[in-house]
């Protein structure tokens, strides 16, 4: 036995490496209980089925893009590329015209169709870019561009249909026609030099912040044209080769800029508010009231038929109208006005022609001069300071 100590030490180390190799046996064991893998025969009766189960199942090219390709959709006699059912479409490429033919003919209510940002370009002997067949609902194109059609960019006969984010330019007729249809909404186009007119539209449609243009001077039609109870709202229209804006009754024509048009700036029809607008150099008339009952209100006119004797910043010939808060320069006449019961307040007109002409039975504020009076509250003339003036200066 050693007595000198060294035998009490290396029995102590032997006990702590049987601990060791104790502890790592007992987590041998565990582990390999824990590890042990289930019986290697596969349990009796048929296997389960689980393609019912979403969360197991692939999932198709149909939803991966539920959309369908135009290019993918046959021909007809008189168009490229046919839509014949309701759904989703979207461009993989340009579309190129051909004789004879329309760009894409759309046959079919509820229908969807992204130009994907591609441009379908027409030729001398097509057709228009978009067209339909007889009358469809609820169709929407966006998208894209649609340009050089002998026809109409987008000639579209559909009830309750949008059309938006779109380039449209260089047509022969109009750059979107939807004249007969109901509550069409055209929003964010722009449209350029398309001789028959930029956008038509039917009644209860709303047309909002487009862009108008017409450098051609081949053009003859209008730069917006809707019928009864629509809205045309925050659109920039000029160098139209006829009036920029034409409404037909029961409208709002609200926060437009119009100039350089060949004919009038706006022209509206029966009991049709014309409010906010800018109408600057052109041909005709700023603002033609050309039915009763409407109101024209802060609108800015300036240069509009400069000269003429019959034209100028506001004309109106029929009865019953508002005319009030209006800035005219520099127009033909300031505001003319030969109907009856209308009523004309709170104007002011400078450098016109004549600033106001009005004719008898109709109610309108003093006409005061201020011109060089600088404050003019402290004219002696105490109607300088009347609530309903209308001014010259």
């Not at 006699?77 to 003919?105: D, F, K």
């Not at 026609?177 to 038509?200: F, K, M, P």
Request: with cysteine.
């Amino acid at each position: 036995m050693d007595r000198t100590g060294n035998g009490r030490l290396v029995g102590r180390a032997r006990v702590r490496h049987a601990a060791v190799l104790l502890t790592l046996v007992v987590s041998i064991g565990g582990l390999s209980s824990v590890g042990q893998g289930g019986p290697m025969s596969p349990p009796t009766g048929p296997v389960a089925d689980t393609s019912a189960d979403p969360a197991l199942k692939f999932k198709t090219m149909g939803q991966i893009e539920p959309r369908t390709a135009v290019q993918s959709l046959p021909a007809s006699l008189t168009a490229s590329y046919v839509i014949t059912q309701s759904g989703s479409y979207y461009l993989t490429g340009n579309i190129a015209g051909e004789a004879g033919r329309h760009g894409i003919l759309i046959a079919a209510s509820n229908v969807t169709l992204d130009l994907n940002g591609f441009a379908l370009v027409g030729i001398t002997t097509a057709g228009d870019g978009i067209s339909t067949l007889d009358f469809v609902r609820n169709v929407r194109v966006t998208n894209g561009s649609v340009r050089s059609w002998p026809g109409s960019g987008i000639n579209v006969l559909g009830d309750n249909s949008r059309f938006d984010n779109l380039r449209i330019s260089d047509c022969t007729l109009a750059g979107i026609n939807t004249d007969t249809s109901l509550g069409t909404v055209i929003t964010d186009c722009n449209i350029l030099s398309c001789r028959g007119g930029g956008i038509y539209t039917g009644v209860a449609s709303i047309v909002e912040r487009n862009t108008v243009m017409n450098e051609s001077t081949l053009g003859t039609g209008p730069g917006i044209s809707v019928a009864d109870g629509s809205t045309v709202r925050a659109n920039t229209v000029r160098s139209t080769r006829s009036t920029g804006i034409v409404t037909g009754g029961s409208c709002l024509v609200e926060g437009n800029t119009v100039s350089k048009s060949a004919g009038d700036g706006i022209n509206v029809g029966t009991r049709t508010t014309v409010q906010g607008n800018s109408c600057a150099e052109n041909a005709g008339t700023g603002i033609v009231l050309n039915g009763a009952g409407c109101a024209a209100l802060n609108n800015t006119l300036t240069n509009n038929a400069p000269g003429s004797t019959s034209n100028g910043g506001i004309v109106t010939s029929q009865n019953n109208s508002r005319i009030e808060g209006n800035a005219l320069v520099g127009n033909g006449q300031g505001i003319r006005v030969t109907g009856l019961g209308n009523f004309i307040a709170r104007n002011t007109a400078r450098a016109n022609q004549t600033n106001y002409t009005i004719g008898n039975s109709n109610a309108y504020g003093p006409i005061i001069n201020v011109a060089l009076l600088g404050d003019f509250g402290n004219n002696p003339n105490g109607n300088a300071i009347h609530p309903w003036a209308n001014y010259s200066h």
